[in-house]
């Protein structure tokens, strides 16, 4: 049986599943923004979306977890495609045994201790435009099929996943060929070498976590393939090829609590990553190492949250990107009016290529579970980064969010 078919099997059943399961307790959200980017020739487009998460717990060893979720585009360009997508959101079955738990379906995996931008969270690809118009990182991220096996023991830890089925990450889910936020623009046709959808190409690994007096900590590896494509010149000159790779992470994070400050650390060393070469159509391989200190604290009302991120690249060869960076994030947040009105502001600046983006997002609730956002984002630079490459991407928006 072919693995597509297989693919569309699984979820299949579990849709059935979902049918023939009563008593579900159901919450969702419906939600649409319009948004204005004043440097892309007045665009101005709405996305909505409709999500409904469902749970049930058929056994008491037994929780089953379906969601979807239906996302729609308006531009005002022609050219573009209004688009409807719906999409399978999370669909899991998740079995509850004596020390040890395993997941299996459609997911999400949450790894990392820093916000924001998190080393070792790679297993689900990213929407590049949801990651920036979105208020968190867990909007962007793209399910994926997999198996998560997890014993544990006193305070320790181990999940173990397997990913069947690569997924790659995206410039918009919505509008991949002309989204705002796609960096990459080439004269010739663009030809996609995917990995093949065989055991060698699964991708798999496992995070170990524990506690050592007041410190909690992870170790983690996972081998798979990178996001986002490099990029080539073909050999008879007539296109361009995207190619993937395989890679290895090895990473680590820690945690704790110092005074009524909380303390944050991660790293990730990723092996055979690919680099677009300087000054020419090609690439090369090379590693690649990230890794950051974050603290945060609450003032009453008010959040702070701080964050240093250190890159390093490990190649002979001149690439696009620096070799060294060193950005800088922070976070802060202040409700007042009995929680119903909030100003959240986030920024990162990175100290190497003198880049920025900034952005500010004021929040009313009108009533129980009614929102609207009001965020404006900024971009600023002259470097290789992709700060820089979105610096015509200046946005404002408004958005209106209810939850049930």
């Known amino acids: 049986m072919e693995i597509k078919a297989i693919k569309l099997l699984i979820f299949g059943l579990f849709f059935m599943l979902s049918l023939c399961v009563f008593s579900f307790s159901f919450s969702g959200k419906i939600q649409t923004s319009g948004f204005f980017y004043s440097e892309k020739d007045e665009l101005f487009e709405t996305r909505s979306c409709f999500l409904l998460e469902g749970k049930k717990e058929i056994k008491d060893w037994l929780i089953f977890s379906p969601s979807m979720r239906i996302n729609g585009i308006l531009s005002n360009k022609e050219e573009d495609e209004n688009k409807v997508f719906p999409c399978p959101n999370d669909i899991n079955l998740h079995f509850y045994f004596p020390a040890m738990d395993i997941k299996i379906g459609y997911s999400k995996v949450f790894w990392g201790k820093l916000d924001q931008i998190s080393p070792v969270d790679i297993v689900n690809p990213l929407d590049i435009t949801r990651l920036f118009l979105e208020g968190e990182r867990r909007e962007a991220k793209l399910a994926v099929s997999l198996l998560e096996i997890s014993p544990y023991w006193g305070e320790s830890r181990f999940d173990f996943i397997l990913v069947p089925f690569f997924r790659k990450g995206t410039y918009d889910e919505l509008k991949e060929k002309n989204s705002p936020f796609e960096p990459v623009c080439f004269p010739l046709p663009l030809e996609e070498n995917l990995p093949l959808e065989n055991i060698e190409n699964m991708e798999y690994g496992g995070r170990f976590s524990s506690t050592l007096k007041e410190i909690d900590w992870s170790l983690y590896y996972f081998r798979g393939f990178g996001d986002f494509p490099s990029y080539c010149l073909d050999i008879n000159l007539n296109k361009i090829d995207a190619d993937y790779f395989q890679n290895d992470m090895f990473g680590c994070d820690f945690e704790l609590v110092k005074g009524k400050w909380g303390i944050r650390g991660e790293g990730a060393l990723l092996t055979n990553i690919g680099f677009q070469s300087k000054n020419s159509l090609n690439y090369t391989r090379g590693d690649f190492f990230t890794g950051g200190l ?83 984002g900024i971009f600023e630079g002259e470097g290789t980064d992709n700060l820089s490459k979105f610096r015509s991407n200046d946005f404002f928006s408004i958005k209106f969010e209810y939850s049930f």
């Open 294 to 376: 974050g603290a945060d604290r609450t003032f009453g009302n008010n959040y702070v949250n701080l964050n240093l991120l250190y890159k390093k690249i490990f190649v002979d060869t001149d690439v696009e990107e620096e070799k060294d960076e060193v950005t800088l994030m922070a976070n802060v947040e202040k409700k007042f009016s009995y929680e119903t009105k909030r100003i959240e502001i986030f920024s990162m600046y990175n100290i190497v290529e003198n880049s920025l983006f900034i952005k500010g997002i004021f929040s009313v609730s009108w009533w129980e579970n009614f929102w609207t956002d009001l965020t404006a």
